[in-house]
């Protein structure tokens, strides 16, 4: 694996998250695991609804 550089990961992370949600990247915070695999955002202006159908969709799109 790549050595952290300054937090680059995270911040494309949650650039992609937020393009693919249609929200502002400053709707969402990484509240934990900055320097480790597992992380965990608090994503704020959508429900939770909402992020269940987002990730049913990306799961169906993965799936050959």
């Known amino acids: 694996t790549a050595p952290p550089d300054r937090g680059r990961a995270n911040a494309s992370i949650i650039a992609v ?23 965990k955002f608090l994503i704020n202006g959508v429900t939770r609804a909402e992020i269940e159908a987002w990730l049913v969709r990306v799961i169906d799109q993965s799936t050959p």
């Open 17 to 39: 998250l937020a393009e693919s949600l249609g929200i502002a990247r400053s709707s969402i915070t990484l509240t934990s695991g900055h320097t480790s695999r597992q992380k």
